[in-house]
């Protein structure tokens, strides 16, 4: 599993260029797995705390390790899990029938943000108390 961060990392490595982990933080070289190697990239993370124009987008976050995918809505705390592997159109939410999972999973999103300090998003205020 790659992701788009992950080909900065992996360009510099094949003109053997030093990496600069400052410009690339997260992304990953997966040179290995192009050299038939395994390539175990680990978790990848989303932190979007904004709203958006199109759409039905909410602030969230969503991390996915291995086949599953945890998405994690900021407005009311609810979380889904999807099981990419079986259900890659996320039809089916896991969360209640694998708990100890989505649990896991929403650590490590959890426990990342904190990490990076991660931006929340804030409650925008309202007249009333803006003008108290």
Request: net charge neutral; hydrophobic share 35%; charged share 25%.
């Given at each position: ?105 929403l650590k ?18 309202t007249a ?5």
């Amino acid at each position: 599993m790659v992701t788009g961060t992950d080909f900065y990392p992996t360009l510099l490595e094949m003109i053997e260029l030093p990496t600069l982990p400052k410009q690339h933080v997260d992304g990953m070289s997966f040179l290995p797995a192009l050299q038939g190697e395994d390539h175990d990239r680990g978790a990848i993370y989303w932190h979007f705390p904004h709203y958006s124009n199109h759409g039905y987008q909410s602030p969230g976050g969503a991390i996915r390790l291995g086949n599953y995918k945890l998405l994690e809505y900021y407005e009311n705390g609810s979380v889904q899990l999807f099981d990419l592997e079986n259900d890659l159109g996320e039809q089916t939410d896991l969360s209640k029938l694998k708990p100890a999972i989505a649990a896991k999973l929403l650590k490590m999103l959890r426990d990342w943000r904190r990490q990076l300090d991660a931006k929340m998003p804030q409650p925008k205020a309202t007249a009333s108390a803006r003008n108290k």
